[in-house]
């Protein structure tokens, strides 16, 4: 009878470890979760840009002085700020594009095995399909990470050398 007793009990590390997992993917599996992740990186990015914003104009307000004319510093800072705002809009991306990846990485994989495909043929388009996924949307990121700069680029030049211009 303690045997049976004895046996029924689980070990307290495997299913502790095994229910922690089960919440982690329960969690994790909520759109609610997803939407709270994105808006606190994105937070996190903002707060972080917006005080390098401020220290790069600091820079442009302390060197415009010692330059005779107001487009050497004004190119360096919005080139800074086109980089900066570049690479957040990228991270922003990130961090939407990975769940949308994964629902078409896996759609695609779940439509070829019901179609009959081989377990080894499966893994094998499995592969070259998750090759082809992750360079169609580092592409995709790289170029609107490269808009994104140059528009802030273009744009903080032409404030800085305005604002200068107008004092």
């Known amino acids: 009878m303690d045997q049976q007793q004895h046996e029924e009990q689980p070990p307290t590390s495997p299913t502790s470890s095994s229910s922690s997992y089960t919440l982690f993917l ?46 050497w510093p004004a190119l360096y800072a919005s080139v800074l700020l086109g980089g900066v705002f570049g690479l957040i809009s990228m991270a922003a991306a990130v961090a939407v594009a990975v769940p949308a990846t994964m629902v078409t990485w896996i759609t695609v994989v779940v439509l070829l095995a019901f179609f009959g495909k081989p377990k080894r043929t499966l893994v094998a388009e499995g592969k070259k399909i998750t090759r ?36």
């Open 132 to 167: 082809e996924i992750a360079g169609s949307v580092l592409k995709t990121l790289l170029t609107e990470g490269n808009v994104v700069a140059v528009v802030c680029a273009v744009l903080g030049y032409y404030v800085l050398v305005r604002n200068n211009n107008g004092e």
């Open 26 to 71: 329960k969690i994790m599996s909520k759109r609610k979760t997803w939407v709270f992740l994105f808006v606190l990186v994105y937070a996190i990015l903002l707060d972080s840009s917006w005080n390098f914003l401020k220290s790069i104009l600091s820079w442009y307000h302390q060197n415009q002085a010692q330059y005779q004319s107001p487009g």
